[in-house]
T-cell receptor
């Protein structure tokens, strides 16, 4: 079945540690996105990529980094520079031109 | 930045009743979308309405769009307990393929 797989579903991190969240899709979609969601809030865009080897900052990119070496994969690294990293992280993708986003099931990061 | 704002923030109804939630946005758009999110899960796309459309239906869902007022509404008819979720509108006003989401409406449908 085609879809988007995020891992891990739950992640705990100590302050000062970098963590990488995985996002893999087998939908052959060109564009991929990372969103952050805080409790009771909407989604805020962290980074997005419209094509392999290219990505752009979203509204809240500070303290995060991404790579897009393969069409299927768009990992997100939460660095120690991110002041308040505890949140629910959602990865999404879309085929070029349709606008509809397909989401993964999310990764919940908790900083201890 | 939050492009859309949903209203109400929370809505509680009984099964069988209709649920209406509204979305207001700030800039011109090409299309507006509605998504559903069950607690702790990813979002699921419900419906997309283009700026030149005024109304669209999908099963028990009815979406309207008023570009002059920069607003949209989502109506769920004959609600079921399984409709309990958060509902978000999303617009593309800030750029192609770059959706901006509202703050969501939490819907609770009681049996």
């Amino acid at each position: 079945d085609g879809g988007i797989t995020q891992s891990p579903k739950y992640l705990f991190r100590k302050e000062g540690q970098n963590v990488t969240l995985s996002c893999e899709q087998n939908l052959n979609h060109d564009a991929m996105y990372w969103y952050r969601q805080d409790p009771g809030q909407g989604l805020r865009l962290i980074y997005y990529s419209q094509i392999v080897n290219d990505f752009q900052k979203g509204d809240i990119a500070e303290g995060y980094s991404v790579s897009r070496e393969k069409k299927e994969s768009f990992p997100l690294t939460v660095t120690s520079a991110q002041k308040n990293p505890t949140a629910f992280y959602l990865c999404a993708s879309t085929p070029d031109g349709t606008g509809e986003l397909f989401f993964g099931e999310g990764s919940r990061l908790t900083v201890l | 930045s939050q492009q859309g704002e949903e209203d109400p923030q929370a809505l509680s109804i009984q099964e069988g009743e209709n649920a209406t939630m509204n979305c207001s946005y700030k800039t011109s758009i090409n299309n507006l979308q509605w998504y559903r999110q069950n607690s702790g899960r990813g979002l699921v796309h419900l419906i997309l309405i283009r700026s030149n459309e005024r109304e669209k239906h999908s099963g028990r869902l009815r979406v309207t769009l008023d570009t002059s007022k920069k607003s949209s509404s989502l109506l769920i008819t004959a609600s079921r307990a399984a409709d309990t979720a958060s509902y978000f509108c999303a617009t593309d006003g800030t750029g192609f393929q770059k959706l901006v989401f509202g703050t969501g409406t939490r819907l609770l449908v009681s049996p």
